[in-house]
């Protein structure tokens, strides 16, 4: 299975980070256009977003009044780890776009998951904006990274990824209600 992590931006204007693994070796980088990161989402069988991929129950569309909550973000709730609602002000563009790219990913076949940075850092014991520790933590799980300076997007899109690969390993747990699932790691 070939796993790809996005750091998706709510619009193209911003750098939306990207991450996966090819013969052993991390390749990361930012992309901007929807056609991009489509063309390469191609070359992967699962593809795991940092986006909020569905609308609560209830709202029939972001840009209408309706619920705030998934039952998966109030789970997220329950464990402590904070995150901005679907419908709060710019998080209405970053799930607009996530949902717009999820079902053209779904439509070739491709297996796609919601996943939040944030949350593998809160897990994994590390400050949320500390690059120091971040990149300190992914050697220690394993990963040799290029001595050069990683962009924030980057730093996420390595945090989706490694979630994705933690949970094709089951060793991360798939959060779901009826109106939508997001993966989290496991302690370790």
């Known amino acids: 299975m070939k796993a790809l992590g996005i750091d998706l931006a709510g619009s193209e204007r911003r750098n939306s980070g990207v991450a996966y693994l090819e013969d052993g070796k991390l390749t990361c980088f930012v992309l901007h256009k929807d056609e991009e990161i489509l063309e390469l989402s191609k070359g992967f069988s699962h593809i795991f977003i940092d986006a909020p991929l569905s609308l609560p129950k209830g709202r029939a ?103 994705g690969i933690m949970f094709l390993e089951g060793r991360a747990e798939l959060l779901e209600g009826e109106d939508g699932a997001i993966i989290i790691p496991k302690a370790i």
Request: glycine content about 10%.
């Open 61 to 163: 569309n972001i840009q209408e009044r309706g619920p705030h909550f998934r039952a998966c973000d109030l789970m997220l709730r329950e464990r402590g780890i904070k995150f901005f609602p679907v419908s709060l002000g710019p998080m209405r563009l970053l799930t607009e776009r996530g949902i717009r790219l999820k079902t053209v990913m779904e439509g070739w076949g491709k297996v796609v998951y919601e996943v939040f940075p944030g949350a593998f850092y809160d897990v994994m014991g590390v400050g949320r904006k500390d690059k120091k520790a971040i990149l300190e933590l992914y050697g220690r799980l394993g990963f040799n990274l290029e001595d050069r300076k990683y962009t924030k997007d980057e730093i996420d899109a390595i945090a989706c990824l490694l979630t």
